[in-house]
């Protein structure tokens, strides 16, 4: 018979979770664009509608490991993010802000039709 996780849970030592979660932390913030997707439940299908474009063009998106800052933009926002790019450095962080109008003439567009 199946034991429900929670009572394993609380069977783990206060290390043990601490460790799950740094590792789940980890996890979660390196995540691809179609387990993103699937995360939030919609399909290539879905997306490509609410995108305003067919769904091989989401494939090939989500296969993509180099492209424009704008498509990862609308591909992020279709699925209810927005788009913040940080540079890290051992001395801290910035956030690089050039990016944001580019999109804006688009959405423009797109809404107009």
């Known amino acids: 018979m ?10 783990m030592s206060v290390e043990s979770l601490a460790k799950a979660e740094a590792i789940k932390k980890e996890l979660v913030q ?3 664009l179609r387990q993103l997707r699937s ?22 998106i989500e296969s993509q ?3 424009y800052i704008s498509t ?3 591909s992020l926002e279709g ?6 790019i940080i540079a890290k450095s051992a001395t801290g962080e910035v956030t690089i802000g050039q ?3 580019v999109a804006e003439p688009r959405r423009k567009k797109i809404a107009a039709r």
């Not at 199946?2 to 069977?11: I, Q, R």
């Not at 699925?79 to 913040?84: D, I, P, Q």
């Open 99 to 101: 990016f944001k109008d």
């Open 30 to 32: 390196d995540i691809s």
């Open 2 to 11: 199946a034991k429900p996780f929670k009572n394993l849970v609380d069977k």
């Open 39 to 60: 995360a939030v439940q919609l399909t290539q299908e879905s997306l490509a509608k609410k995108l305003g474009v067919g769904q091989a063009a989401i494939s090939k």
């Open 72 to 74: 990862l933009r609308r």
């Open 65 to 67: 490991s180099d492209m």
């Open 79 to 84: 699925m209810g993010y927005t788009l913040k």
